[in-house]
């Protein structure tokens, strides 16, 4: 039986009376249908992105068995050059969705010289502090490794701040041989609060792809800001 067919029959069982069915050739009618047709496929396709984003915010919480559903993300990133002209950065997802209304830019105020772990203490103290203003996020990534870990964990502590699940992303050099050959390439680690050893997702994970998102967003805009800065600087000589 055809699809047509299929489809009459249905109509008019749900309508209760029989049901003509018409294709347009041509005119308001055909664009009509066509578009209709464009409609119902953006919509299958937005429920399918959808169903894979809530996928992948699952599998990212039982991975790194997180307290909280990942619906807020923030990742915090450093940018300066021997400290000069040194900027912070916060991007914000929203159920694995970029929100660029909740990004934010900090000007560096307290730290002379190049010392990344004590902008990223000024960056995150000053985010912290504003959660009234701003509800915090449930996870809180930092780019960096261990130590840049530690910043994050200590400044939640100090100011009394507990619910928020933390980890690190950082790309670091790992050293291996092959048939007598010295092999060096760069994997990406993530840390955990009170885990020694970082977990490694494979390349194609979903998982690390969007946590590698959220890092490059974060560095891209503190790059961005810290360009804009020292070029008012240089003008300003």
Same mark, same amino acid.
């Given at each position: 039986?055809?699809?047509?067919?299929? $489809?009459?029959?249905?109509?008019?069982?749900?309508? *209760?009376?029989?049901?003509?069915?018409?294709? !347009?050739k041509?005119?308001?009618?055909?664009?009509?249908?066509?578009?209709?047709?464009?409609? +119902?496929?953006? +919509?299958?396709?937005?429920?399918? $992105?959808?169903q894979?984003?809530i +996928?992948?915010?699952?599998? $990212?919480?039982? /991975?790194?068995?997180?307290?909280? #559903? !990942?619906?807020?993300?923030?990742?915090?990133d450093?940018?300066?050059?021997?400290?000069?002209?040194?900027?912070?950065?916060?991007?914000?997802?929203?159920?694995?969705?970029?929100? *660029?209304? @909740?990004?934010?830019?900090?000007?560096?105020?307290?730290?002379?010289g !190049?010392n #990344?772990?004590?902008?990223?203490?000024?960056?995150?103290?000053? /985010?912290?502090?504003? *959660?009234?203003?701003d509800?915090?996020? #449930?996870?809180?990534?930092?780019?960096?490794?261990?130590?840049?870990?530690?910043?994050?964990?200590?400044?939640?502590?100090?100011?009394?701040?507990?619910?928020?699940?933390?980890? +690190?992303?950082?790309?670091?050099?790992?050293?291996?041989?092959?048939?007598?050959? /010295?092999?060096e *390439? @760069?994997?990406?680690?993530?840390? $955990?609060?009170?885990?020694?050893?970082?977990?490694?997702?494979?390349?194609?994970?979903?998982?690390?792809?969007?946590?590698? /998102?959220?890092?490059?967003?974060?560095?891209r805009?503190?790059?961005?800001?810290?360009?804009?800065?020292?070029?008012?600087?240089?003008?300003?000589?």
């Amino acid at each position: 039986m055809s699809e047509e067919r299929l $489809l009459k029959i249905y109509l008019e069982e749900k309508k *209760k009376k029989p049901v003509k069915l018409t294709t !347009p050739k041509s005119g308001e009618k055909k664009a009509l249908v066509e578009m209709a047709t464009e409609n +119902a496929k953006e +919509a299958t396709i937005g429920k399918n $992105l959808e169903q894979k984003s809530i +996928a992948v915010l699952e599998e $990212l919480q039982k /991975r790194l068995h997180l307290k909280n #559903d !990942p619906h807020r993300m923030e990742c915090f990133d450093i940018s300066n050059i021997q400290g000069e002209a040194a900027v912070g950065s916060r991007v914000t997802f929203i159920e694995g969705e970029p929100d *660029k209304a @909740l990004y934010r830019r900090y000007k560096i105020k307290t730290v002379e010289g !190049p010392n #990344d772990y004590a902008m990223m203490m000024e960056v995150l103290s000053r /985010r912290v502090k504003g *959660k009234e203003e701003d509800a915090l996020p #449930d996870l809180l990534m930092v780019d960096g490794g261990r130590g840049q870990l530690s910043i994050a964990l200590q400044v939640l502590k100090e100011l009394e701040v507990e619910g928020v699940d933390v980890i +690190a992303l950082a790309k670091e050099k790992t050293i291996s041989s092959f048939q007598g050959k /010295r092999i060096e *390439k @760069l994997q990406e680690r993530v840390y $955990l609060p009170g885990q020694k050893n970082p977990i490694v997702f494979s390349e194609n994970s979903p998982v690390l792809h969007l946590l590698q /998102r959220l890092r490059d967003e974060a560095h891209r805009f503190a790059i961005t800001y810290h360009r804009k800065l020292r070029s008012k600087e240089f003008l300003a000589r």
